[in-house]
């Protein structure tokens, strides 16, 4: 195996297009490290894009925050900027794994690792988030539903990596949130997790709202017809409800050691509701 | 498979030293430069037994490539102790009992030390929830928590 450490950006493409055999980016290595000492898992290159500039930076821009590929989440729950706008995608990205994992993980290796439980996920399709993907001909932007494909397959090309998450500024009286089902507090994997972003009109009447879900199916789920059950409504009984009932349809998850189908389709609802009502708040609903 | 070479600051040395592409912090530490302390438990990030500080965080040093120590600074449970003047986390431990067999404890003075250095006051939730990724098998960590708790009071001047 290889281990290359590129200082640009151009450099770091050019070796992955170029790699012969299996290459791999390295960020946080919290994913890839395991995968590597599997006996069924064999690497050719790793190419470590920590020493590229602006990757380990969060910037806040005219249009947001910019969040290089290689921040680790913990240093998300620092930057008191980004608590304070997006304070759901925070607190996804700070439910990984132990304090050890926080200092190393990153959400764009969770986004590419591609787990359909990958809790930072379903936050940042809620929050509208974009990637900003690197590659030999150049860069081009997409949404973060657009990169998972399959369990541990991403939409992105050989050469291709993601430089940074891209985070619009949040709307007026706006509010995200996101919560997931584990047996276990901490140290533990998502059975269900939910993902809203919704923002109100001057009287608290929802105006937009996005609703993702994790672990309820082989990627991330949009849940577009979940989220307009809520829109027009002050977030009463009925459309919770509503909410509900959609997120459970919207679902269509597996039995496993986590958790049965039944019961992932029904706490998907329960959470969407529970997360929908911590997202109203904190968009200034009563 | 190629050598790379590395220039790392080590409990306050400056240290190079040549690994494989593929070989982790730990297997580096252990294996190269003689420091025992930091243990493998599962290889795989879940118990903190080889817990170290890189740059301010504490991490799994099983989950860093030796090569990805080039420049950074890094504390091990070696560098903790003063000379023979034990750190007061390492006190408290052996005060309160907080170790039975040994193999988790660098690994949980390393994070605890991480913690402390952050928060100076921390509650009992938020040590448990800090030391989350530290399992031991012996102390039921109540013991752990207590020590943790009672290091910090002393460090920050108070009796206990």
Known sequence: MRYERPETIGDATALLASAKGRAFVLAGGTDLLVRMKSDAFEADMVVDIKAVAGMSDISETADGFEIGAAVPCAALGEHAG????????????????????????????????????????????????????????????????????????????????????????????????????????????????????????????????????????????????????????????????????????????????????????????????????????????? | MASVSVSTTLNTDEVEFLCQADETLLDVLRNRLGLMGAKEGCGTGDCGACSVIMDGRVVCSCLVLGAEAQGKTIETIEGMAQGSELHPLQKKFIEHAALQCGVCTPGFLMAAKALLDANPSPTEEEIRFWLAGNLCRCTGYDKIVRAVADAAAEMRGEAS
């Open chain 1, 82 to 286: 980004l608590v304070a706008a997006w304070p759901g995608v925070v607190e996804a990205a700070n439910l990984i794994g132990s304090t050890q994992i926080q200092g190393r993980c990153t959400m764009s290796g969770n986004l590419c690792n591609a787990s359909p439980a990958a809790d930072s996920v379903p936050a940042l399709v809620a929050a509208g988030a974009r990637v900003r993907i690197a590659g030999p001909d150049g860069t081009r932007i997409v949404p973060v539903e657009d990169v998972p494909q399959a369990p541990g397959k991403t939409t992105l090309k050989k050469g291709e990596f993601i430089a940074a998450i891209l985070l619009p500024k949040p709307a007026q009286r706006s509010g995200d949130a996101y919560l997931r089902f584990t047996p276990r507090t901490e140290m533990d994997i998502a059975v269900v997790g939910v993902g809203v972003q919704l923002a109100l009109d001057a009287k608290g009447v929802v105006e937009t709202a996005r609703v993702a879900l994790g672990a309820v199916g082989p990627k991330v789920v949009l849940a577009e017809q979940a989220a307009d059950t809520i829109i027009g409504t002050a977030l009463d009984d009925a459309a919770l409800e509503a909410l509900a009932e959609a997120c459970s349809a919207a679902s269509n998850p597996i039995d496993d050691k986590r958790g049965t189908a039944a019961f992932r389709k029904h706490v998907a609802g329960v959470l969407a509701r529970r997360a929908a009502k911590i997202a109203y708040e904190r968009a200034g609903g009563k």
